[in-house]
């Protein structure tokens, strides 16, 4: 039997990545160092992230009709996902505009452009019972639960990231059957104190959430992961990687490749240990969606 899909209804950016000794004071220009264009948004990377790993999936999204609206359309086909879904809108694609220090500190303005125009009729894609739809906080919210919402009438399960972080309507957060977040996010929803060396202050704020949302899954950087799933809790370590590369996509990656495995059928606790796993690559490689692995390269090292 054939996996159910991912369907993911979410961001795409293109983040222009600039290099200089320091970062300009206010009114100032100075000279740079270097400008990079990286495809991405969380919605992008992680049906990439899913798609590498062999499921089905539809990525829906909106790109603007600038110049950014046709590479970010190739990026996303170059990967092989289909882009039917990924429509076109009057204006500016979403935009990151990063500047790193030769600190290494970043100043990061982001432009939602064309993804605050994803609508609830965008996403009303043909949905079986079983498909996993998955949703970032980089879209409007009144999108997000009319997907959610629809695709649970029709026998989906629903996955919020709710990155960034931002308070959740009670209407949203009753259409989602899986939160992931990280530390700092889970700290926002909650306004509890929350330190990833003492876990029993990450499931006592994970355990907050619910029984608004069922399953609560936190994220803890090289710590792993931690999930309320009802009643239970679970706690996954962290995988020990040689080199720290590039920390990038390592969340997108997370939740990509716990969507792919629930859409495949697989336990949750199963899911947890195949999605920490496959992050723990992502931190080994340089970049976002480009440092997502396959199938294979997960399998060996669990
Ligand atoms: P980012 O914003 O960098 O993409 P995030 O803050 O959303 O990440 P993290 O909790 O930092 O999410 O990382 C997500 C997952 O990636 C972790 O749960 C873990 O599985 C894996 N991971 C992250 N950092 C490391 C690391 N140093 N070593 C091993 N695995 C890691």
Known sequence: MG??????????NM???????RHPQPGETLLGQSVQFFAGGKGANQAIAAYRLGTPVILIARV????FGGSLRAFVSQEGLDTQRVLATAGASGTALITVADSGENTIVVVPGANDALSPVDVEVDIEPGDV?????????????HFFVRGKRLGARTLLNAAPARPLAPTLAAAADVLVVNESELAILTGAAVDAEDAGTVIAAARSLQPAIENVVVTLGGRGAVACLGPVSETVPGRRVEVVVDTTGAGDGFVGALAARLAAGEPFAQALVFANAAASIC??????????????EVLAVL
């Open 3 to 12: 996996s159910a899909k991912v369907v993911v209804a979410g961001s795409i």
């Open 15 to 21: 983040d222009i990545v600039v290099r200089a000794a």
């Open 64 to 67: 603007g009709d600038d110049g």
């Open 133 to 145: 739809l998955v949703s970032q906080c980089e879209i409007p919210a009144q999108t997000i639960e």
């Open 283 to 296: 931190v080994e490689r340089p970049g976002a969606a480009a440092s997502m692995p396959t199938m294979a």
